[in-house]
């Protein structure tokens, strides 16, 4: 058999007309709305763009870089919290939830940067975050000065007449997740820092409360609410004892209690369904009947939810199998494959850099290897969320001294492993590869001083590797990661077949090779992707019905007859007839 070589892209094939078509045909088993279209874009606003030159990104920065965002062809931003807040945790703990922080801008830079959004097509989704508040909270000041407060159960209190209560683990603090306060002689309860005590949505007060703020920003123009920690909103309130070791599975013990679906349907018909606009919860519970009860349509809750199954993979720099990544995403999709909807992501700012924990980031495969992965990203069933810097291939930083961490989560992680005499080194070591500053070093717009993110010096480090990966140097390369990013976000908008079309798993053993398909109707595409730095052959019958190459990392395709040789990290979508 003729063995021979694809030159170029056949990016030409596309018709967007036929697309239109076929998307009406769409929802045999999904309804189609415009969240699950998007392709999402994650902007963590203090390291976006500053403008003001006080060292942290501004709401003028991203009004700025306005027309960058929409060259990459998302559809939708979500901005992590920029709410009034003491920052113990870079805005996870918000004093005011209708208070804009100065370091962001105010107001009406808000609703110009909203204006812009939408004048450019683009939703906007914004972070609720009301698992719990910020200890500077009016609510939770008040709740503190007596225990008849009327605000003293918008939270969770033991009182210590009761003894100690029963221990419960914090995500954040080694001293668990009960903190003794003295004006009132009673434990509030934290299921992260101290400073973010959890509130109580046993309250029917309280939820009216959180229902009028998502009202506020809804009645603003928001598209959508990302629902922050949101399977710990409602616990078991007796506080019961749990059996030892119960923190390693902490999403089941205490989060996802039953009366939660019962809030969410009452957020449902106060906020979702008014204000036509959609909620994404951040965990999907700890089973697929959590999942699929949170976000089926017929039951009225959330709309879309994402787990946590790939990130919770990558936390150490050992690595899993690619066996076992497919196997994820597997599993994921056929449990939604009939019926409700989840996202689809590889990072975001609660995890390292994609790069680094999913592909290669050595120079010679960074290149290849971040494009792949936002293809895999951009052509799976769910929609993509995609983290500012990803488009360019950001990689980790190396901090290998506990003194320079500045987050809450790290810090924490540091006292317990100190307090349980582990190994420092070995600790840091892992923190160093797994830490959420990782994520969270200054958007390397280019090579000039603090890489054009503001005047001022950055409130974090940027990153070294500046001057081979910032946007303007991707801009003018054909080539490049940006560009890649955007052919693919092009290719998912005109084929709906990526976006409802059903996938299957080929060759699950491949070592090497991640290939599926995406199936819609009559049309059909193949993905294929190498997760290796080296050569690697698959050998399918899908290959023989090869009708144009709509993606692809490289300049050439080796194929003979139905087999076809991937280079290092090579990532081709081809549609087949
Ligand atoms: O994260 C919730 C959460 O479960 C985190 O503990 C996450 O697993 C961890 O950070 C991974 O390292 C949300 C936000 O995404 C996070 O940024 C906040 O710090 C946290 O809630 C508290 O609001």
């Not at 683009?122 to 407060?149: G, M």
């Not at 996202?343 to 390292?352: T, V």
């Not at 590869?433 to 958007?443: A, K, V």
Request: proline letters at 5%; a negative charge; aromatic letters at 14%.
């Amino acid at each position: 058999m003729k063995k021979w070589l694809w030159i170029c892209p056949l990016m030409a094939m596309l018709s967007s007309c036929a697309n239109v078509e076929k998307k009406q045909e769409v929802a045999s088993a999904f309804e189609r709305t415009w969240w699950k279209e998007g392709i999402l874009y994650q902007i963590y606003p203090q390291s976006f763009r500053d403008t003001d030159g006080d060292g942290f990104g501004d709401f003028k920065g991203v009004i700025e870089k306005l027309d960058y965002i929409e060259s990459l062809g998302i559809t939708m931003v979500w901005m992590n919290p920029f709410f009034q807040s003491p920052l113990v945790d870079n805005g996870y703990d918000v004093s005011d939830y209708r208070a804009i922080h100065p370091r962001y801008g105010n107001m009406e830079d808000f609703e110009e940067m909203l204006e812009g959004f939408h004048q450019r097509g683009i939703k906007f989704v914004l972070d609720v975050v009301v698992n719990h508040s910020s200890e500077a909270h009016e609510w939770f000041q008040q709740a503190q000065s007596s225990r008849t407060n009327p605000y003293r159960d918008y939270y969770h209190w033991w009182p210590a007449e009761k003894g100690v209560p029963p221990y419960r683990h914090s995500l954040f603090d080694p001293e668990g997740a009960w903190e003794y306060d003295a004006p009132t002689d009673a434990y509030y309860l934290h299921t992260f820092a101290e400073e973010q005590p959890d509130l109580n949505w046993e309250n029917p007060k309280l939820r009216q409360e959180v229902y009028d703020i998502m009202k506020f920003w809804a009645a603003k123009g928001v598209d959508g609410f990302r629902m922050d920690a949101f399977q710990f909103a409602s616990k078991d309130t007796t506080w019961p004892e749990f059996p030892e070791g119960h923190e390693k599975d902490f999403v089941k013990w205490y989060g996802m209690r039953p009366q939660l679906h019962t809030y969410l349907n009452e957020m449902y018909h106060e906020v979702i369904e008014k204000y036509n606009v959609f909620a994404v919860a951040e965990g999907a519970g700890s089973t697929f009947q959590d999942a699929h009860d949170l976000v089926d349509a017929d039951r009225n809750e959330l709309q879309m939810a994402y787990h946590f199954e790939t990130v919770d993979m990558s936390r150490t720099p050992e690595r899993y199998t690619l066996a076992e990544f497919k196997d994820v995403f597997t599993r994921w999709d056929q449990a939604f494959a009939e019926k409700g909807w989840i996202a689809i992501f590889l990072s975001n700012h609660d995890n390292a850099r994609l790069v680094n924990r999913f592909g290669n980031p050595n120079p010679k495969f960074r290149t290849p290897s971040t494009q792949m992965l936002n293809t895999f990203l951009l052509s799976m069933r769910g929609t993509p969320y995609t983290y500012y810097g990803d488009e360019i291939g950001m990689t980790n930083i190396d901090m290998p001294n506990i003194e320079d961490y500045v987050d809450v989560e790290a810090k924490g992680k540091y006292k317990a492993a100190l307090a349980k005499g582990e190994d420092i080194d070995a600790f840091m070591k892992v923190l160093n590869y797994s830490s959420r500053e990782n994520g969270r070093t200054p958007m390397q717009w280019n090579n000039s001083t603090n890489v054009g993110f503001g005047s001022g010096t950055p409130w974090k480090r940027v990153n070294e590797n500046y001057t081979q990966i910032n946007v303007s140097e991707q801009e003018v390369d054909p080539n490049s990661i940006l560009n890649h990013f955007r052919k693919m976000a092009q290719v998912r908008k005109e084929n709906a077949v990526l976006v409802y079309g059903d996938y299957t798993l080929l060759q699950a053993e491949h070592p090497d090779i991640y290939a599926f398909t995406r199936t819609l109707g009559d049309e059909k595409l193949l993905v294929l992707l190498n997760f290796s730095e080296e050569k690697t052959a698959i050998t399918l019958s899908e290959i023989d019905h090869f009708g144009a190459l709509l993606i692809n990392n490289y300049n050439s395709l080796e194929r003979e007859a139905n087999k076809v040789s991937l280079l290092p990290y090579q990532a081709v979508l081809l549609k087949l007839q």
